[in-house]
């Protein structure tokens, strides 16, 4: 597990796509709060005629946000820019000029072992250009994972390319709807995406190959409004948590606010993960009932589970109640 504040901070990630005009208004008049990560979409969202125009705006959008740091404070987000080639990792960073220092990191989408180096030499060269780190989030979406025969030499092969470059990925990120895409199914609101075998078991196999060594992000759930929605919402994220995840990728702001109450601490998770890890030393036991008396906590088999709860409370905070 990553042992860094860091790694469990980008929360709910809010994608737009990168020529959105309202960009710089949103963050500078903080009309997304203060508890978010922002992915400005230059993929995916952007026509392919409309590329090098979305790439101006969002040059633009980062010089207003900048400029505005200049007068007053407001929140600055992590903002992540989710190309579509390594090469436009180097001509988005020359476009931004000084205001390339509001980029936290880039999105690589569809890695596969076909662009895989290109895109790590691509990070590796904009952090040389770089006084600080600029990080990456790797996104597994890619029909090569549905491939049976494949899938464990694919993900162990791209996890040895990444270490390389392990501490600046942030996040590995999986792309749910680009996943449920390719087996022609879609989820209702009521309904969770590890409820779909074939994705839920690509997601398992990135987690047991990933989960040891990397913060893992939950995939989109693409219900923001109507009956039920934040139900459908918090149930999923149920899910992910028990399955590995951390954060998720959002796609509209109504889901940020139930996203990092659900990522919240419980009293009661917090209470044992410290009990844990301030285990008396001079105890001859390893096992022992926890404060509330509820459940047995174990010193060795607890652990890196506690260490993962005090991160988690630093970036999303501690609930109220259990």
Request: glycine share 4%; charged share 20%.
């Amino acid at each position: 597990m990553k042992n860094a504040s860091l790694y469990y901070s980008t929360g709910p990630l809010l994608y737009c796509p990168a020529n959105r005009e309202t960009i710089a208004p949103s963050i500078t008049g903080q009309k997304f709060g203060r508890s978010f990560s922002l992915a400005l979409c230059l993929e995916d969202t952007i026509q392919d005629s409309c590329v090098e125009a979305a790439e101006q705006s969002l040059a633009a959008s980062l010089h207003s946000i900048c400029t505005a740091r200049e007068y007053r404070n407001f929140y600055l987000p992590k903002i992540f820019i989710r190309v579509r080639s390594p090469q436009q990792i180097v001509r988005v960073r020359q476009l931004a000029g000084s205001s390339a220092a509001l980029i936290s990191g880039f999105i690589i989408p569809k890695f596969s072992p076909e662009n895989a180096d290109e895109y790590i030499q691509g990070i590796i060269r904009a952090n040389e250009q770089s006084s600080v780190p600029v990080y990456c989030m790797p996104i597994y979406e890619s029909a090569c994972l549905t491939d049976l025969r494949r899938r464990p030499d694919i993900l162990y092969a791209l996890k040895e390319k990444l270490a390389a470059i392990e501490e600046l990925v942030l996040n590995i990120r999986v792309g749910g709807n680009d996943l449920c895409h390719l087996f022609s199914v879609r989820r209702h609101v009521h309904e969770s995406i590890h409820q779909i075998r074939p994705v839920a078991d690509i997601f398992s196999d990135i987690v047991t190959v990933y989960g040891m060594d990397y913060v893992i992000s939950g995939p989109v759930f693409e219900y923001y409004s109507g009956d039920g929605w934040e139900d459908g919402l918090r149930r999923e994220i149920a899910d992910d948590r028990l399955c590995g995840f951390i954060g998720k990728t959002v796609i509209h702001p109504n889901q940020i606010e139930t996203v990092n109450r659900a990522y919240q601490v419980t009293p009661k998770d917090y209470a044992d993960a410290k009990s844990i890890l301030d285990w008396d030393a001079h105890n001859a036991s390893y096992v022992s009932a926890n404060p509330s008396r509820e459940r047995m906590n174990e010193k060795k088999t607890h652990t890196n589970w506690a260490r993962q709860v005090l991160f988690l409370a630093e970036a999303f905070g501690c609930a109220q109640t259990d």
